[in-house]
């Protein structure tokens, strides 16, 4: 089956720092990869994807996220953080071979510090 | 467009007390989720359809039913609700092939 592990429950970075948060996946096959953001009271918002071809993809809001298939990851990152990016954000990998189900990881809540 | 409308945005519920969830989507997605959301657990499948008429149990379908009758509306049912069951629960639609799913924003339930 499926998994996906977020190691970082909460992170803190100031304002104008890099951020990068990690994403770990276990599937037999090539997996479809997502990065969710959700703000406080908020749905989920897909901020990037994906699914083949170049593994640095770029998403909304200024984050990218590489796919490295010989570590299974798909971290994210951001080069210069504003205080809008306060909030959880999740990974999720889906497969077609589970029925098309998409698995989530646990969430990492970003705190901005101004 | 509307997207994904979830009703109702709260909830309190005494213990075994019974209540659907609403979940309508307006895009012809073929496919329609409900997660449940937990403190350091991410979002767990609930059930899941892939089209009217056909559902399937997803992580954590004990205590919960749903049906598809329509391609637009996915409802989710508490049978007899339970503490354990106090959460926010979001419901998703796409559309076939693994693509990017898009959400409601989420009913929180208590149950006391």
């Known amino acids: 089956a499926q998994s996906v592990t977020q190691p970082d429950i909460h992170i803190t970075v100031s304002e104008g720092a890099s951020l990068e948060l990690r994403c770990n996946y276990s599937y037999g096959a090539t997996p479809y990869l997502f990065w969710y953001v959700q703000s406080p009271g908020q749905g989920l918002q897909l901020l990037l994807k994906y699914f083949s071809g170049d593994t640095l993809v770029q998403g909304i809001k200024g984050f990218e996220a590489e796919f490295k298939r010989s570590q299974s990851s798909f971290n994210l990152r951001k080069p210069s953080v504003h205080w809008s990016d306060a909030a959880e954000y999740f990974c999720a990998v889906g497969a077609t071979a589970a029925g098309n189900k998409l698995t989530f990881g646990g969430g990492t809540r970003v705190l901005v510090k101004p | 467009n509307a997207g994904v409308t979830q009703t109702p945005k709260f909830q309190v519920l005494k213990t075994g007390q019974s209540m659907t969830l609403q979940c309508a989507q307006d895009?012809?997605?073929?496919?329609m989720s409900w997660y449940r959301q937990d403190p350091g657990m991410g979002l767990r499948l609930i059930h899941y359809?892939?089209?009217?008429?056909?559902?399937d149990q997803g992580e954590v379908p004990n205590g919960y039913n749903v049906s598809r009758s329509t391609t637009e509306d996915f409802p989710l049912r508490l049978l007899s609700a339970a503490p354990s069951q106090t959460s926010v629960y979001f419901c998703a639609s796409r559309i076939r092939g693994n693509t990017e799913a898009f959400f409601g924003q989420g009913t929180r339930l208590t149950v006391v």
């Open positions: 359809s892939v089209g009217a008429g056909i559902t």
């Open positions: 895009m012809n997605h073929e496919y």
